[in-house]
């Protein structure tokens, strides 16, 4: 009995992934000889393509691990993790969890907080757009209603509190042309990713100013934030951070 539409491409999937044709053999038209080296060179094209997809989205990380190295590693994850969605730009999401598994890296695990630093690049390029909040809009509100002003993250922002230096790793790797100045990468360092206009941004923040913003995300009034700010560091500055995320776009609106 043939094979309805769906139950072919499910079966094309899974021969392609497995490298077995069998589930399809009566579907690929074509002397039977000729069936396995064409078949082969249609799934050597596929990983090809899945190997460039995630050589772009981790474009430091590759340059770090080489690209012999890394596209062993990426066909890898391709067989194991096959795309669920039909984009390509959506494909690579637990690459760095992937790479976290595989004994040769053991001895770089900052290079896992790289990969993951870079995936948090490609959710903020491809988040929704929204306007940014400017500080004249907070002049507006008369400063007894501050305390209880809950203020509203842009889609595009991402945290990463990484154990290690993940923010001056991928500045280093992507940047350096020579030598450079000592750093040490198994410091740890908190990152903040956006995109409020055209481009992607991302800058290190302190423990405090990630602690205000993950209160803020979660839901918290400026009050609340305020407290959890000064509770990962004492000496949190709450003017001077509110001001430079202003300046980098990091908020759309407020709620009072």
Same mark, same amino acid.
């Given at each position: 009995m043939p094979l309805d539409l769906a139950e072919l491409q499910g079966s094309f999937r899974e021969a392609l992934f497995t490298g077995s044709i069998d589930a399809v053999d009566g579907a690929l038209i074509g002397r039977a000889e000729s069936l396995a080296p064409r078949f082969a060179i249609y799934r050597n094209n596929v990983f090809g393509s899945l190997v460039q997809a995630l050589a772009a989205a981790y474009p430091v990380t590759c340059r770090v691990l080489g690209m012999p190295f890394f596209r062993g590693v990426a066909r890898a994850y391709a067989r194991a993790f096959p795309p669920e969605r039909p984009e390509l730009s959506a494909y690579g999401a637990g690459f760095a969890e992937h790479l976290a598994g595989l004994s040769p890296l053991a001895a770089i695990p900052q290079l896992?907080?790289? !990969? %993951?630093?870079?995936?948090?690049?490609?959710?903020?390029?491809f988040a929704a757009d929204a306007p940014v909040l400017a500080l004249d809009d907070l002049r507006a509100v008369p400063p007894a209603l501050y305390p209880g002003l809950r203020l509203l993250l842009h889609p595009?922002?991402? #945290?990463? !509190?990484? +154990?290690?230096?993940?923010?001056?790793?991928? %500045?280093?790797?992507?940047?350096?042309?020579?030598?450079?100045? +000592?750093?040490?990468?198994?410091?740890? &360092?908190?990152?903040?990713?956006? %995109? +409020?206009?055209?481009?992607?941004? &991302?800058?290190?923040?302190?423990?405090?100013?990630? !602690?205000?913003?993950?209160?803020? $995300?979660?839901?918290?009034? #400026?009050? $609340?934030?305020? %407290? !959890?700010?000064?509770?990962?560091?004492?000496?949190?500055?709450?003017?001077?951070?509110?001001?430079?995320?202003?300046?980098?776009?990091?908020?759309?609106?407020?709620?009072?």
């Open positions: 896992v907080e790289l !990969a %993951r630093l870079e995936w948090l690049m490609i959710e903020a390029y595009s922002v991402r #945290l990463l !509190a990484s +154990p290690f230096a993940a923010g001056s790793f991928w %500045r280093i790797a992507r940047e350096a042309e020579g030598a450079v100045e +000592p750093i040490d990468l198994r410091r740890p &360092q908190c990152v903040i990713v956006l %995109r +409020p206009y055209a481009e992607v941004v &991302q800058t290190t923040i302190s423990q405090g100013d990630h !602690a205000l913003l993950g209160a803020i $995300e979660a839901g918290a009034d #400026l009050t $609340e934030a305020a %407290r !959890a700010a000064t509770g990962a560091e004492p000496n949190h500055d709450l003017q001077a951070g509110l001001g430079r995320f202003l300046a980098l776009g990091v908020f759309s609106g407020f709620d009072i």
